[in-house]
């Protein structure tokens, strides 16, 4: 993925990660029930859910001109120096840099994730999440029973987490 992410990128996330998804859905696997019953599917949730929320925030309330691309910046972390204890414009800055870094990272690490989901994993994700579509109508656009759509889940919340926590260090 290049470091320039544009306000259609944005929009079109959920699209393109299923498009992603499907390049690669031959070499992936539901991770096995064992290797999910090491997370609390719950807590999964809820964390994930935290990020979804996050980008969503950026996505409608952080101004991207349609015009203009956003370009990650090369370096790891921004340190700001100032004399004084608290400066507004410097905070500022250091608040828009961030989200420029974080939505650039949120992006790319979410198709690091669709390249390791099956097409049943990226649709259960993109739906719940993006869709606001119940378990229910899930399972039946996918055509399978709830119990099966809840292994589905299970592995596509484990897979985003483990991408996620990648994140943050």
Not at 12 to 37: A, G, M, Q, V
Request: a neutral charge; aromatic letters at 14%.
């Amino acid at each position: 993925m290049n470091n320039i992410i544009t306000f259609d990128m944005i929009l079109e996330l959920p699209k393109d990660l299923l498009k992603h998804t499907e390049k690669y859905n031959e070499f992936s696997e539901i991770l096995s029930k064992s290797k999910c019953s090491k997370y609390d599917c719950k807590q999964l949730r809820e964390n994930v859910e935290a990020y979804i929320e996050h980008y969503k925030d950026v996505k409608y309330f952080h101004k991207f001109p349609m015009d203009i691309v956003i370009s990650s910046p090369k370096f790891e972390s921004v340190h700001f120096n100032s004399t004084k204890t608290s400066d507004p414009v410097s905070s500022i800055i250091k608040r828009k840099v961030d989200e420029e870094i974080w939505i650039s990272m949120f992006y790319n690490y979410m198709f690091i994730v669709a390249s390791k989901w099956t097409l049943q994993e990226a649709t259960y994700f993109v739906d719940a999440f993006f869709g606001n579509k119940s378990e229910e109508m899930i399972a039946e656009k996918l055509g399978i029973c709830k119990n099966t759509l809840l292994n589905i889940k299970k592995s596509s919340l484990v897979k985003v987490w483990l991408e996620l926590q990648n994140m943050e260090n």
